[in-house]
């Protein structure tokens, strides 16, 4: 069951007054930063990512210059985030393609990027939105727990979930969607004690009107 393109269109509008200045919280200055931000963003937070990068970017700037690493000496550099010898090794592979194919610069298509490694639907559809301006819908935990409550979405996996919202809503509010449903995740709509009470949109949202009738 999802809710009508009117109210969905409502959410937003509450949303995006409600976080007026909702955007990536990944920090990065161009989109060869933000990939490998993303990368290692996976099951870290934005926070711990941000102190990394904010070293490391200082000392690498290329897939040149991380190349000259080897997967020991990266690992050592990302140490502080989940997983780190899996994305030593993608973030490697990553910049060698990148390198080899790309001219090193990052690729522009949903369909280019999720070849590289490491990289899957959602962190190519952050590169696009944030890198490049193109509107996407990147379906994290975030966008996939909040969607689905409220109803914008019905999904139980993230790639329906994200054809559904995409055809709920307009083109032009993709990717100012998606952030907005990842603030409403971190500040009200959060996983195991959703604010309901305190939460700007509950009289649209299924979740809320289901937990209200029990």
């Known amino acids: 069951m999802q809710i009508t393109k009117e109210e969905a269109l409502k959410v937003i509008e509450i949303l995006k007054n409600t976080y007026s200045n909702a955007k990536s919280g990944l920090k990065f200055t161009n989109p060869f930063e933000l990939l490998i931000a993303t990368i290692l963003s996976a099951q870290c937070t934005d926070k711990r990512v941000n102190l990394i990068t904010d070293r490391l970017f200082k000392k690498y700037k290329t ?10 000496e990266l690992q050592e550099e990302i140490r502080e985030c989940g997983l780190y010898r899996s994305k030593s090794k993608s973030i490697l592979e990553t910049c060698k393609i990148l390198k080899e194919k790309y001219d090193s610069k990052v690729p522009e298509t949903l369909e280019e990027l999720m070849t590289l490694p ?22 994290d935990t975030h966008v996939f727990r909040v969607s689905n409550r409220i109803g ?7 790639f329906t ?19 907005l449903l990842i603030h409403h995740g971190r500040n009200l709509c959060t996983a195991r004690k959703p604010k309901c009470d305190e939460c700007p949109v509950n009289y649209l949202c299924l979740y809320f009107k289901k937990e209200r009738k029990n």
């Open 152 to 158: 914008m979405a019905d999904s139980k996996d993230v």
């Open 161 to 179: 979930t994200e054809k559904q919202l995409m055809e709920l809503i307009p083109e032009n509010l993709w990717s100012l969607s998606h952030h």
């Open 118 to 139: 490491g990289v899957g639907r959602k962190t190519a559809n952050v590169v696009l939105s944030n890198a490049f301006s193109k509107q996407a819908i990147a379906v």
């Open 63 to 72: 897939p040149e210059d991380f190349l000259k690493l080897t997967p020991e």
